[in-house]
């Protein structure tokens, strides 16, 4: 199984941006596809973004044109880019890996810990 560790979270205002970085280790890290999922207070955990490790990429309606997920398959980590920011994008942001792309929260196959993402109004 691939353990995962994010950074880059942190406090910004509406319209900023921020970059989360997940670094990905374990036994046959590169092959897994990798995704962005977040968990604001009383809510379900959604999806954000995925990316195959081909490099297809998918969003989720809400962050479309302003998200972008990237990965390094040589440094087995998965970026996502945030720009355009807004309050609704306030949550803890977890990577998650799986051995086929997926937009669900249970077929995902490892988590991070998670990292906060708080955008001021």
């Known amino acids: 199984q691939v353990q995962l560790v994010e950074s880059g979270g942190g406090l910004v205002q509406a319209g900023g941006s921020l970059r989360l970085s997940c670094t990905a280790s374990g036994r046959a890290a590169s092959t897994y596809d990798m995704g962005w999922f977040r968990q604001a207070p009383g809510k379900e955990r959604e999806f954000v973004a995925a990316?195959?490790?081909?490099?297809?990429?998918y969003y989720a309606d809400s962050v479309k044109g302003r998200f972008t997920i990237s990965r390094d398959n040589v440094k087995n980590m998965v970026y996502l880019q945030m720009n355009s920011l807004k309050p609704e994008d306030t949550a803890v942001y977890y990577c998650?890996?799986?051995?086929?792309?997926?937009?669900?929260?249970?077929?995902?196959?490892?988590w991070g810990q998670g990292t906060q993402v708080t955008v001021s109004s």
């Open positions: 998650a890996a799986s051995r086929v792309i997926s937009r669900v929260v249970g077929a995902i196959d490892s």
């Open positions: 990316i195959n490790w081909g490099s297809t990429t």
